[in-house]
């Protein structure tokens, strides 16, 4: 019983994420310019390539949110151990790799010390992804194998 309500609540709380990450993507020009006004004159100064990183970065934090999404009904159908999920993982451990050296560039423009620990997040977040994705590979293997000799 609170395992299915975990889920439940997780699935709640990807499915809210995914919607408002897009609606953050989306109003990004305005949020950007607000904060240039009212925040920081570097994201007036650097505007352009601020917008560039951050809304690449957002359509990776989309694309990962969208894999543990993906990842989630396998959950729901307690069918976990799927080649889907080696998959989704190792593209959350690619996108991940592709936050890092987003934010690594922006250190060299406009170095912020939340800026590094996005790095430090998504390169560990790539590295956890990677090894889950050999881990639930040989899972996948090992289940396969004992449904043969079944």
């Known amino acids: 019983m609170y395992g299915e309500k975990l889920i439940r609540m997780t699935k709640l709380m990807l499915d809210g994420m995914f919607y408002c990450g897009i609606a953050v993507i989306v109003t990004l020009p305005l949020s950007l310019r607000y904060a240039g006004r009212h ?12 917008l560039l990183i951050f809304a690449a970065a957002g359509v990776c934090g989309i694309v990962i949110i969208g894999e543990l999404r993906k990842m989630m009904r396998t959950v729901e159908q307690k069918n976990c151990f799927v080649s889907e ?19 690594f560039v922006k250190c060299f423009f406009l170095p912020t010390p939340a800026t590094f620990i996005i790095v430090l997040t998504f390169f560990t977040a790539g590295l956890f992804s990677g090894v889950l994705s050999f881990v639930f590979r040989e899972a996948i293997r090992y289940k396969e194998e004992n449904d043969l000799t079944i």
């Open 39 to 50: 925040y920081s004159r570097a994201f007036q100064e650097y505007y352009v390539l601020m």
């Open 85 to 103: 999920n080696v998959k989704s993982l190792e593209v959350m451990g690619i996108t991940s790799a592709v936050i890092v050296a987003l934010f």
